[in-house]
Structure formats: structure tokens, C-alpha cells
């Protein structure tokens, strides 16, 4: 698939898109200095991509589109140039492949990747405030977007802009942003209990409230599924798994570890269960709750 899409102008940032997904507390690695990030890539970055950095950092929007930042020391964060191209590729041609590549000007320069491996680019022809959205997909096809990186990020996550290469949100859920910030992840396996299912979940969320959905998984026959949820007050990031014995997988702040503990044990009661293991999110038994793993670091 290729050709153009998303046609809306270019605009600056206009907090549009804080006012439809909340920003994190504390963004991670969204501080630093821009001129030796445009240093390092050898040409200006756009304001309202500035501005997308400082407020929501590194992270993720609803689970498929990974924002970069040119900051930190992580090796999966950065902004680079688009060298080569996708692995698996056959040879290019100009018709589908139509961009420059590094170090011809007006190359791809990479701000964001996805969950698919896609790579989110800027095509780097002109003034960078004009530099259109340029998604390419892991398997090696393309779209434009005429717009630049807020608001194709504020476009897709209000449903205006469409595209045949990345996935969408399930309907009716608010997007939302996670920090890529260190998370210790924890899984209880739980007796079955006298209730059913849907009451174990909503006594769950009751206990940890305020919460918000974050998607449902059921299988063909509802033998199995997955209720996604987070918290609002703590970042803590939240799966329930309706399996047999069912479960409830948790992400969190590792200084949150003993509050975590006593919260979960504390619904666990409530939902008339007993806690049967509490595993790494790898499926490692551990001695108890705060038992440090290589998983962990």
C-alpha cells in the first residue's frame, strides 16, 4: 500500500491533543539540549515536535505508537535517520519507494516507532514546521500524512485520521499515555472463589479505584479472556485474566512495591479468593512478593 493520506494542514502545537490524552506527571527523558540534538542529526527539529517531547517524553500512546526523544541513554530511544531500507525488502523501486535515503537531503528522519515495528518518520524536505508524516510499515509500504508529528499523533487518537498501515483503538475507550519508566511486574494467581468472573473484576477495580479501561480480550467461547486496566491516582498498569486458576497481572513504580502488595492482597480478599502464587510476569514462582529477580532490573 502506498500513496497520500491524512491531508490536514500543517499546524504548531496547541495543547489539542493534552486536552484529549492526559500528559504524565513526569515525562521521561523529555528535558535535555536541543541544540546538540539537532546537532547530532545535523538539521532543525520542528517546534511542535519540542513541544510533544517535553510533555509526554518517551512513552507510548494507547499501546501502539511509540513516541522517541532525542534525550536519555536508552538504546531503544533516539531519533535517527532512516539509512537503509526495511529488512525483507525487496530490491526499491521509485514508484513504492519514493523517499530519500540518509545522507541524500530531504531523507527520512525517525521520531517514533510502533508496537508492529513500523517506523513514524519526517519527511525532511523544506522548512521543518511543513515536514509531512511519513509512516512506514515493517513489511517495507508507506503512506503520507500532511501533517506533522502532534497532529498526526492527536489526529489518529480522535479517529480523524485513518490508516491502512497502522492498527486502531477499540471502540469507545479514551486514549491514553504510558511513561517508559521502570515498572516491577508482579502476577498473582488466585484460588477460583465462590464468584463469577464479571463480580471478581468489578470488586477488583472497586478496590483499587479510580481506574480507567484500557481493553477487553475474550476468546471465541468466553473460556478465556483479558480485562486491561490501569489506575489514575499511580500508574499502575493492570491485567485480569479470566483463565483457570485466573490471575491479576500488575505493572508498577518499584517504590510502589508494598503499597502494590497490600492493595492487591487486600481486593484478592474481597473477591472472596486466596492467593495461590505470586510470579514474575515471566511465569517465575517467587518466595514472596518483593523477592528481587533479574527481571526486575
Known amino acids: 500500500m502506498t500513496g497520500q493520506a491524512g491531508q490536514a494542514g500543517q499546524t504548531g502545537y496547541d495543547d489539542t491533543l493534552a486536552r484529549l490524552v492526559t500528559p504524565p506527571a513526569v515525562p521521561v527523558d523529555a528535558r535535555g539540549g536541543w541544540d546538540a540534538a539537532e546537532?547530532?542529526?545535523?538539521?532543525?527539529?520542528?517546534?511542535?515536535?519540542?513541544?510533544?517531547?517535553?510533555?509526554?517524553?518517551?512513552g507510548e500512546f494507547c499501546d501502539l505508537l511509540y513516541l522517541r526523544t532525542p534525550f536519555g541513554t536508552s538504546e531503544y530511544n533516539g531519533i535517527e535517520w532512516q539509512r537503509t531500507y526495511p529488512p525483507g525488502s525487496p530490491d526499491?523501486?521509485?514508484?513504492?519507494?519514493?523517499?530519500?535515503?540518509?545522507?541524500?537531503?530531504?531523507?527520512?528522519?525517525?521520531?517514533?516507532?510502533?508496537?508492529?515495528?513500523?517506523?513514524?518518520?519526517?519527511?525532511?524536505?523544506?522548512?521543518?514546521?511543513e515536514w509531512p508524516v511519513v509512516v512506514w510499515s515493517s513489511e517495507g509500504w508507506y503512506e503520507t500524512h500532511r501533517t506533522g508529528a502532534a497532529g498526526f499523533i492527536e489526529g489518529w487518537a480522535a479517529?480523524?485520521?485513518?490508516?491502512?498501515?497502522?492498527?486502531?483503538?477499540?471502540?469507545?475507550?479514551?486514549?491514553?499515555f504510558n511513561a517508559f519508566r521502570p515498572r516491577v511486574d508482579r502476577c498473582l494467581r488466585l484460588?477460583?472463589?465462590?464468584?463469577?468472573?464479571?463480580?471478581?473484576?468489578?470488586?477488583?477495580?472497586a478496590a483499587l479505584?479510580?481506574?480507567?479501561?484500557?481493553?477487553?480480550?475474550?476468546?471465541?467461547?468466553?473460556?478465556?479472556?483479558q480485562d486491561h486496566f490501569a489506575?489514575?491516582?499511580?500508574?499502575?498498569?493492570?491485567?485480569?485474566?479470566?483463565?483457570?486458576?485466573?490471575q491479576i497481572r500488575i505493572g508498577f513504580p518499584p517504590e510502589d512495591s508494598e503499597h502494590v502488595r497490600r492493595?492487591?492482597?487486600?481486593?484478592?480478599?474481597?473477591?472472596?479468593?486466596?492467593v495461590l502464587e505470586v510470579l514474575t510476569a515471566a511465569g517465575t514462582p517467587l518466595a514472596a512478593w518483593d523477592t528481587v529477580t533479574d527481571e526486575d532490573e
Open 191 to 205: 484460588s477460583e472463589g465462590p464468584l463469577p468472573h464479571e463480580e471478581r473484576l468489578r470488586l477488583l477495580r
Open 39 to 58: 546537532t547530532a542529526v545535523g538539521v532543525r527539529l520542528p517546534d511542535d515536535y519540542k513541544r510533544l517531547v517535553a510533555t509526554y517524553g518517551w
Open 263 to 274: 492493595r492487591l492482597y487486600a481486593a484478592a480478599e474481597l473477591m472472596e479468593c486466596r
Open 92 to 129: 526499491p523501486d521509485t514508484e513504492r519507494y519514493p523517499y530519500p535515503l540518509h545522507p541524500a537531503p530531504g531523507g527520512l528522519l525517525i521520531w517514533g516507532t510502533t508496537m508492529d515495528a513500523d517506523r513514524l518518520c519526517w519527511l525532511t524536505d523544506g522548512e521543518p514546521e
Open 159 to 176: 479517529g480523524r485520521i485513518r490508516s491502512g498501515l497502522l492498527g486502531t483503538m477499540e471502540p469507545d475507550l479514551a486514549p491514553w
Open 231 to 246: 489506575t489514575v491516582d499511580t500508574d499502575w498498569l493492570l491485567t485480569y485474566d479470566a483463565s483457570r486458576p485466573h
Open 209 to 225: 479505584a479510580p481506574t480507567t479501561d484500557r481493553g477487553t480480550w475474550r476468546s471465541e467461547h468466553d473460556e478465556m479472556g
